[in-house]
């Protein structure tokens, strides 16, 4: 059994508030990319990993896809166990998704070996106890609007097909640790957190229509804290803007920038010079999934 697992950026991303439980409740819009991993699943005698790519994952026991498959076999004891293997291209760390997608790619892969035991519901349920944004990757839409922790999901109509650049700065930023830093910088201006209610020009269970009405209430409250911590990250964004992008915001808690461009050429452009200003950076130039 072979699935594929996208990456994703995040559109529009919005932290309206702290939980008691440290969780933060948020509002995002998430877009597949053609950017992915691969996840392979074929019967064995116990449940083993093999990671393949030129991305460090950390160690193989530890890994999501391992997790995710432990969950599955708990839940479904009569499917057997497997052998799975990764082969691994989205960046780490990175707010691109990939580790939650390779989850879910592994749990749709495991039910599907298994002659269908759980099913979609079952596995939503499962993916989100495993992460906020595993529920994303087995809702089967390219585009949706996440509410709560990311788990209350609203499909949307694709967008058409664009080309999106991606610039792996070269060092992973955290989520948790990200997450702190917007607490501190709510505290450190007097715990008033003024992010405006997402952009609502659309009617209910439509999104946006294109990338240029996007880019006109478009934003990600992790860039405030995060650039403040990683300027390069905001000069980087800057000359994205500047070399003709659509669009371009930091993905997810980073720690990736991308960008929307119109065409091919000028993304590529973008991403050559992209490559100069932060040496250490890794340039890929993908598309949006429709
Ligand atoms: O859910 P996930 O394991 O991806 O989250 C990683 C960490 O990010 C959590 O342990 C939590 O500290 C933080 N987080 C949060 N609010 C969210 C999602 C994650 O504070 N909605």
Redesign the pocket.
Known sequence: MVERAPAKINLDLR?LS??PD?????ETLFQALELHDVVEARPADALALEVEGDVDTGPAQDNLVLRAARAFLAAAPDAGPARLRLVKRIPAGAGLGG??SDAAATLRALDALAGEPLGPQALREIGAR?????PFFLCGSPLARAQ???ERLTPLLPLPSAAVLVVDPGFPI???D???WWDEHVAASGGRHATPEPGRDDAPGTGPHDFEALAAYARNDFEPPVFARHPSLAALKRHLLDAGATLSLLSG?GSCVWAVFRDDDRAAAAGARAGDLLPGARVLLTRSAE
Not at 22 to 26: K, V
């Open positions: 932290i702290r939980e440290g969780y933060h409740r948020l580790g939650s495993l992460g906020s944004d595993v709560g922790r990311g955290a989520t948790r990200a997450f702190g808690s």
